[in-house]
């Protein structure tokens, strides 16, 4: 006669057990994640106010906005004046480089505040700083929404995340306020471009 050899499978409790333990990963990788996105949220909108206060700094010390500043300052080489109107123009450029035609007040900011050693980098650096999602950082007068101000822009913003800036810190409305964005938050599509309002 064969003997019949027992085959044990899992236990109902052991089932459980396993269950429980692949619900606690799954919860810390998911609460993991939105720990990184609520910190990329906050950088970004940390850099918002690191950059007006770096402009407004510059001001207090010179009188003149980066970019838009006319003074003759000895020793900036390569430093490029801007008309000294109070408007830092023509337009929002996300990446300078030093060849822009007319030599833009938009990119001539971040030389003028590399040259004051109020932002880090090279003096006469012209490039623009980069946000936590990868896009640029502009600074413009520009006409958004119908508002027209000097702007500073962060391109390439997840929707998701302009619009729990905006509904944190101003209205929640995409075209109005003093936080606004390119496009309607409430609809699908791509990254929009994240502009804060500060003259």
Not at 73 to 80: A, L, R, S, V
Not at 126 to 149: D, E, K, L, M, W
Request: hydrophobic share 35%; net charge negative; glycine share 12%.
């Amino acid at each position: 006669m064969k003997e019949v050899k027992s085959k044990r499978g899992f236990t109902l409790v052991e089932l459980a057990i396993v269950l429980v333990i692949i619900g606690i990963i799954l919860g810390a990788v998911l609460k993991g994640q939105e720990l990184v996105n609520n910190a990329r949220m906050k950088r970004l909108y940390n850099q918002y106010r690191e950059i007006l206060a770096a402009f407004y700094t510059y001001y207090d010390r010179f009188g003149k906005f980066p970019g838009d500043d006319n003074a003759n300052h000895p020793g900036w080489t390569g430093y490029q004046p801007g008309d000294g109107d109070g408007l830092i123009e023509p337009s929002f450029n996300y990446a300078c480089t030093g060849n822009e035609v007319g030599m833009q007040e938009s990119c001539n900011a971040w030389s003028h505040l590399r040259w004051a050693n109020i932002i880090t980098g090279a003096g006469g650096d012209r490039t623009n700083p980069q946000n936590p999602y990868g896009g640029a950082i502009s600074v413009a007068y520009a006409g958004i929404n119908g508002i027209y101000a000097n702007w500073i822009a962060f391109q390439n913003v997840p929707r998701d995340v302009a619009y729990s800036i905006d509904k944190q810190y101003d209205d929640g409305a995409w075209n109005t306020g003093s936080i606004q964005a390119s496009a309607d938050f409430t609809q699908t599509g791509g990254p929009v471009s994240l502009y804060f309002r500060f003259y």
